[in-house]
């Protein structure tokens, strides 16, 4: 059975950093390309940042290119996503699940029950 957990979220200050984890299990966390999605209130859950299944190749939305990064432990089994010069616009429920491609939440199945991120003074 495919788990997904997902912690780090809180409240920060704009500018400010989180780093978000990922703890996976019931599947082989090596063998897949993994990605970090959000969804704000009000929009649609997409794609913030992919990591190949060894983690030698990234990509990211626009919107976090350059302020985000995306990592993985494959020993942990874990997936991570650095936030850094956090904005309002950041605001959202973010969640980690494989990546296939698809920039879609709707594409995918077995959800987390996702970490809230808050910026805001």
């Known amino acids: 059975q495919v788990q997904l957990v997902e912690s780090g979220g809180g409240l920060v200050q704009p500018g400010g950093s989180l780093r978000l984890s990922c703890a996976t299990s019931?599947?082989?966390?090596?063998?897949?390309?993994m990605g970090w999605y959000r969804q704000a209130p009000g929009k649609e859950c997409r794609l913030v940042a992919g990591?190949?299944?060894?983690?030698?190749?990234?990509n990211y939305a626009d919107s976090v290119k350059g302020r985000f990064t995306i990592s993985r432990d494959n020993a942990k089994n874990t997936v991570y996503l650095q936030m850094n010069s956090l904005k309002p616009e950041d605001t959202a429920v973010y969640y980690c699940?494989?990546?296939?491609?698809?920039?879609?939440?709707?594409?995918?199945?077995?959800w987390g029950q996702g970490t809230q991120v808050t910026v805001s003074s």
């Open positions: 019931g599947f082989t966390f090596s063998s897949y390309a």
């Open positions: 699940n494989k990546y296939s491609g698809s920039y879609y939440c709707s594409d995918y199945d077995y």
């Open positions: 990591i190949t299944s060894a983690g030698r190749s990234t």
